[in-house]
């Protein structure tokens, strides 16, 4: 058994004590990478309590339940940072970037914590499949956010459109990883794949501010 809200403790008051000495986009993204643990953390009581109350099971609540939850709380910040502050994208690129980097380094912290780190090959995988994944799929969400924003047509269709596709890209993961062979393996190499994918797009994007 772990003490995920200690570790949380543990790894924010370092960067919370550096938002002090930073200003600018470090500071934002120290601050968007804080957040995104603390989503973490929300997002694993949610659907540990779904689990629990639907008794679904784990493997079930992780592929039916888990990316419902974990990609609406890391939307949920995304949308606060656009509507209070209206930031320009690539700002909003910024603060999606830290939450994802946040959600997925607690996350793997607290798997490395409760199951060990004996296998380095399994641990780096892990490294570059969930935390990648977890990257991929809210700069998926910023970019679609901020191509609704520019060609005016922003709006919560627009905004429940790309995080169903987000919903719908961390299910497909989980589902393919849950059982060992061949569909797993196709599970971890398509986090990196898709962000490969969508670099292409980002930086024409950038170009064209």
């Known amino acids: 058994m772990i003490y995920a809200e200690n570790i949380l ?37 949610i659907s540990g309590f779904i689990d629990l109350a639907s008794n679904m099971g784990d493997e079930d609540t992780a592929i039916f339940i888990s990316p419902i939850v974990e990609e609406i709380m890391k939307l949920l910040p995304l949308l606060f940072y656009l509507l209070m502050f209206d930031p320009k994208d690539d700002s909003l690129h910024l603060c999606a970037l830290g939450i994802g980097t946040g959600f997925a380094t607690f996350e793997n912290c607290c798997y490395i914590l409760a199951q060990g780190a004996d296998s380095l090959g399994y641990i780096m995988i892990r490294g570059m499949a969930v935390g990648v994944m977890h990257i991929v799929s809210i700069m998926a969400l910023s970019m679609a ?3 609704s924003r520019r060609y005016k047509v922003l709006s919560a269709p627009a905004v429940l459109g790309a995080l169903s596709l987000s919903m719908t890209y961390h299910g497909l993961y989980n589902l393919l990883v849950s059982e060992q062979g061949i569909t797993s393996y196709v599970g971890y190499v398509l986090p990196i794949l898709t962000a490969v994918i969508m670099y292409f797009p980002f930086k024409r994007s950038r170009d064209m501010e």
Not at 17 to 31: D, E
Request: glycine share 8%; proline share 2%; aromatic share 10%.
């Open 145 to 147: 956010i901020c191509i």
């Open 9 to 45: 403790i543990c790894i924010s008051v370092p960067l919370l004590i550096s938002l002090i000495f930073v200003r600018g986009n470090t500071g934002k993204f120290v601050a968007s990478f804080i957040i995104g643990m603390a989503v973490c953390l929300i997002s694993a009581y």
